[in-house]
């Protein structure tokens, strides 16, 4: 009976989580409703199912309520914001920072929700409708999987949050964020801010983060599963004409596999391989290229620079300790 439980334990979140993304693309394929793929949901399914352990301090409802909402402003900013990408990108990036600073969560995922929509220009309310529902059902089986003893349950801890280095570290990550991003709108390469990564900047910037000990493989990693989503998007869809849920089968089962095979279940990174099926065709060449270049930036930035949120402000006053 232990062994059986633990052969599910390895198995049954990974199969699940590719069912679940392969349902997202039957239903986008079947309602001819592109705004129903999240690319970000690759990611939740790898912290939230097979992750043994949830990276993001979160709880459930919180979950729910901080990723809906930052669809929701997203899908907002892209409706009713001037149509200045420098300008509207910078709104939903600064939005999604001060979300995390008042929820008290690191759920870096909120990020990606929010600047999506921008990037591709979503004006439709299926869009946050979709990500609802979706991170309502997320929410559900990990509940149902840590109660069937199948994965470990962690306890949510609100996030010390200081304000002092809240300010002091913005105009950092302001600066890293803006750079990538100019050059997205002078080169019309916008996957050069792709959101994924801004998830990944994140999750590399607190000291103790695994992602800062073999960056080299990281980028690699985004590489690879970059390029097999541009495969899936441009091979097997545009040229032998797959449809969206069969191509997009492959290509889910081929990321799944290798992030699990590598050991290196970093969530952002499998969001980057679904990323492709929502871009112009004529611009997915670029892709691969695209998302390794502003990788290997963000995570030299998160090494070099003082970015990490949680950390101690950068400044104390005189006689003053720093907490």
């Known amino acids: 009976m232990v062994q059986i439980k633990k052969k599910l334990g390895a198995w049954l979140p990974f199969a699940s989580a590719a069912l679940f993304l392969l349902l997202m693309f039957a239903a986008a394929d079947s309602a001819e409703e592109p705004e129903i793929i999240f690319p970000e949901m690759a990611a939740l399914v ?32 892209s409706r009713y914001l001037p149509e200045v990408f420098l300008l509207q990108s910078s709104i939903a990036f600064l939005f999604a920072l001060g979300l995390l600073f008042f929820s008290k969560t690191t759920f870096f995922p909120l990020l990606s929700a929010c600047v999506l929509p921008v990037l591709l220009h979503t004006k439709s309310f299926i869009y946050p409708v979709s990500v609802f529902i979706m991170v309502t059902l997320t929410a559900v089986i990990q509940w149902g999987l840590e109660r069937a003893g ?141 998302t390794t270049i502003t990788a290997a930036f963000f995570l030299t930035a998160a090494c070099k620079l003082p970015l990490a949120l949680t950390e101690p402000p950068l400044f104390c006053r005189k006689n003053k300790k720093c907490q």
């Open 46 to 77: 790898i912290g939230a199912w097979i992750a043994k352990s949830q990276p993001w301090q979160v709880n459930r409802p919180r979950m729910v309520i901080l990723l809906s909402l930052s669809a929701l402003a997203g899908l907002l900013f």
């Open 150 to 290: 199948l994965r470990m349950a962690k306890e949510y801890t609100p996030v010390p949050y200081h304000w002092s280095a809240f300010l002091q570290r913005l105009p950092f990550l302001l600066v890293v964020f803006l750079l990538p991003a100019i050059a997205a709108q002078y080169t019309k390469l916008p996957f050069l801010i792709a959101p994924p990564l801004l998830v990944l900047l994140l999750e590399a910037s607190s000291r103790d983060s695994r992602l800062r000990q073999t960056p080299f493989r990281v980028i690699l990693m985004v590489l690879a599963v970059s390029v097999l989503g541009t495969a899936g998007r441009l091979f097997l869809l545009d040229f032998l004409g797959w449809s969206l849920t069969l191509a997009g089968g492959v290509v889910i089962l081929a990321m799944l596999s290798l992030l699990y095979g590598s050991g290196l279940l970093i969530p952002p990174v499998g969001a980057l391989g679904l990323l492709p099926f929502l871009i112009p065709s004529q611009g997915a060449i670029f892709y691969p290229l695209c």
